[in-house]
């Protein structure tokens, strides 16, 4: 069981936008640690896509957006590309742990 | 232009001990605030942070395999090692090792290598 909680798989139509939730808790996200998010193309390594919340690496297009309240985060994507599905994990860090967490990942279907 | 790879044993026995190497290049394992870390990801499942080496030699492991682990940087080799003790078939695995950088504060993995699957099994 993972420590961050994600949806195990959302859907959208091309050029929709879907949003993937991240939930986490005291010790993460809500003592204010930064949630980043990794993009994950089959038989891939993971790809850092938002950083801080909501900051783009170089490269990424800013169809991806990030945001971060209380306890959760969310990761939002617009304009749907078939290219887009991939497995997304979300990320913090966790002061009870005294380490770094994963989401369990949500796999992305482009309809 | 970061790079990593990792490298080791493609199959080991159960009760065995696992030697991972990580081997980067463009950026020093004596720099402020950088650090090297381990994930791995069973098939088919999701991604599981085991550990982390920081440039000043501090050290952070997954409590739940604490245990079992010890990471090691080699700075003039640009390396940094992994072994985990005492290997079972649920660790089977593609082990992955990244680079971070927390000077700013942020925590997050932005360079990964391509990864090598290890199976665990008789």
């Known amino acids: 069981q993972s420590v961050l909680t994600q949806p195990p798989s959302v859907s959208g139509a091309p050029g929709q936008r879907v949003t993937i939730s991240c939930t986490g808790s005291?010790?993460?996200?809500?003592?204010?640690?930064?949630v980043h998010w990794y993009q994950q193309l089959p038989g891939t390594a993971p790809k850092l896509l938002i950083y801080?919340?909501?900051n783009w690496p170089s490269g990424v297009p800013d169809r991806f957006s990030g945001s971060k309240s209380g306890t959760s985060a969310s990761l939002a994507i617009t304009g749907l590309q078939a290219e887009d599905e991939a497995d997304y994990y979300c990320?913090?860090?966790?002061?009870?742990?005294?380490?770094?967490?994963f989401g369990g990942g949500t796999k992305l279907t482009v309809l | 232009q970061i790079t990593l790879k990792e490298s080791g044993p493609t199959l080991v026995k159960p009760t065995q001990t696992l030697t991972l190497t990580c081997t980067f290049s463009g950026f020093s394992l004596s720099t402020s605030g950088v650090g090297v870390g381990w994930i791995r990801q069973p098939p088919g499942q999701a991604l599981e942070w085991l550990a982390l080496?920081?440039?000043?030699?501090?050290?952070l492991y997954s409590p739940s395999l604490k245990s079992r682990l010890t990471i090691t940087k080699d700075t003039s080799k640009n390396q940094v090692v992994l072994t985990m003790t005492n290997m079972d078939p649920v660790d089977t695995a593609t082990y992955y090792c990244a680079h971070t950088d927390d000077s700013s504060g942020d925590r997050y993995f932005d360079y990964w290598g391509q990864g090598t699957l290890v199976t665990v099994s008789s």
């Open positions: 990320q913090s860090y966790d002061s009870s742990l005294s380490g770094w967490v």
């Open positions: 080496i920081y440039w000043n030699d501090d050290k």
């Open positions: 801080g919340s909501s």
């Open positions: 005291s010790s993460n996200i809500g003592a204010g640690y930064d």
